[in-house]
């Protein structure tokens, strides 16, 4: 398979938050300048607010299909911001004027309720049918459910749930499906009102974090299989390869910091192996004595050429070669922020990767906190973007000077001959100078669609 040849990227949409910085205000959707041809390169050039307090905007997804485009009437002129906290799903409108996108419809909380019995909405994608679906953490009273919630693609009114029969279960995350294969993959982070105050290690071995891979039938929408991957491992996001024909992909566990790669036996069941772990670091003056990479975002590049994951606590964002999916090749490594650079609270006496602590990472005389958490891919695989906030409560929690100063959005810049990431140091968006305070700025999209967004059927 080629690279992807599309338009560069101009403009990207990135969700800002400001729930559980202290500032009273809306979190709200950025678009920034990344056309370097542009005066206002590296600037947020719009900003649309929500209208209310503490939703906690987290992912994002698309009104229509890239299955649709041979369908002249179809546009991906809105995008579904789906709020983790509130349950609220907001519909923007991008396709009016793309560098200023407009609120087009909100869906209240109660009808998400009422209508699916499911609260704590995430990952969104369109489906073929010009539905749009989206992943819950939980039901409306915080404890966990893997269930999906169906809005009609034209109206955005929920239609009731994607799930059919008795069996749900019994957390929810990130999904990705492959009609090829009759099959929808889902994942599981933990129950929401354990994880929604923040990480504590004691609800470790009671059941509050996810273990499984959950398998559905796509044709059926009912639950067949469970694949555990571990104890408290927290598997997050997941990617099938781009490959509509392909039956298999990977998924990035968090708390275990483990890579899975899932795919189809011979019997037709599906599977998983582990392919990459990521050592824990033996550390004093941290949470815990032993501080896994947590692994919180993962990529394959357009091509199914390259793996890309952020480590968030160990600061390193990762590039492997996945050209043999069982044995993925680690070509690529940079650390830009994280809880081990020297000079900091943390002490690392036992690595069994580094010679020693990273340096702390400055760019453009700014010392940046935090550790890289959201990744996109330019579509040529050529520029890999990195945001660096997880969850407000986590963040605040593990990097409070983060919600102090702001997070930043960096763009590394990849060799996709041989492998390798280095940082552009003229790249820099620094989300601590927005007016109404410093903010903490998650996922990336383009206009269009993009490595995360898009499922050829």
Request: one cysteine or more; charged letters at 25%; aromatic letters at 10%.
């Amino acid at each position: 398979v080629s690279v992807l040849e599309g338009p560069r990227e101009e403009i990207v949409y990135v969700p800002c938050i400001y729930r559980n910085t202290g500032r009273k205000k809306p979190d709200f959707l950025a678009t920034v300048d990344v056309n370097p041809e542009s005066p206002h390169y590296c600037q947020v050039i719009h900003r649309l607010p929500m209208p209310n307090v503490g939703d906690e905007l987290h992912h994002s997804g698309w009104n229509t299909c890239s299955s649709c485009f041979g369908d002249a009437t179809k546009k991906r002129n809105r995008l579904i911001l789906p709020s983790l906290i509130s349950s609220r799903i907001y519909v923007v409108d991008v396709g009016t004027d793309p560098r200023a996108p407009r609120l087009f419809k909100v869906v209240n909380p109660e009808d998400v309720f009422w209508k699916c019995n499911l609260g704590y909405p995430h990952t969104s994608h369109c489906l073929g049918s010009g539905e749009i679906m989206i992943s819950t953490l939980g039901d409306p009273a915080g404890s966990g459910k893997g269930g999906f919630i169906l809005l009609d693609g034209e109206t955005f009114e929920i239609k009731g749930n994607w799930e059919k029969g008795d069996k749900i279960p019994p957390m929810g995350y990130d999904f990705w499906y492959q009609p090829r294969h009759n099959v929808l993959i889902s994942t599981e982070w933990g129950i929401p009102k354990c994880l929604g105050y923040g990480f504590d290690p004691n609800d470790l071995k009671k059941g509050r974090y996810g273990r499984r891979l959950n398998v559905w039938d796509w044709t059926t929408h009912t639950y067949v299989q469970a694949i555990d991957v571990g104890e408290d491992s927290a598997p997050l996001e997941i990617r099938f390869l781009h490959n509509p024909a392909a039956a298999e992909g990977f998924v990035g566990c968090t708390i275990s910091s483990a890579i899975h790669r899932f795919y189809k036996s011979e019997r037709g069941e599906w599977a998983a192996e582990k392919v990459i772990q990521v050592p824990s670091k033996q550390v004093e003056g941290w949470l815990l004595p032993a501080m896994p990479g947590f692994i919180t975002d993962i990529l394959i590049s357009l091509d199914d050429r390259f793996l890309y994951f952020s480590n968030w606590l160990h600061g390193d964002v990762r590039q492997y070669d996945i050209s043999d999916t069982r044995k993925p090749r680690l070509v690529g490594q940079v650390f830009v922020g994280g809880s081990i650079a020297k000079g900091g609270p943390v002490t690392v006496y036992g690595d069994e990767e580094l010679q020693s602590q990273p340096d702390p990472f400055f760019i453009q005389g700014k010392r940046v906190p935090g550790g890289p958490q959201m990744i996109q891919l330019s579509l040529d695989g050529k520029r890999l973007y990195v945001t660096t906030s997880l969850y407000s409560a986590w963040d605040r929690q593990f990097y409070p000077d983060l919600v102090r100063d702001g997070s930043v959005m960096l763009q590394l810049d990849v060799d996709t001959e041989r492998g390798g990431l280095t940082v552009n140091e003229g790249f820099l968006v620094d989300f601590g100078k927005e007016p109404d305070g410093p903010c903490l700025a998650h996922e990336i999209r383009y206009p269009g669609g993009d490595c995360t967004s898009d499922i050829w059927v």
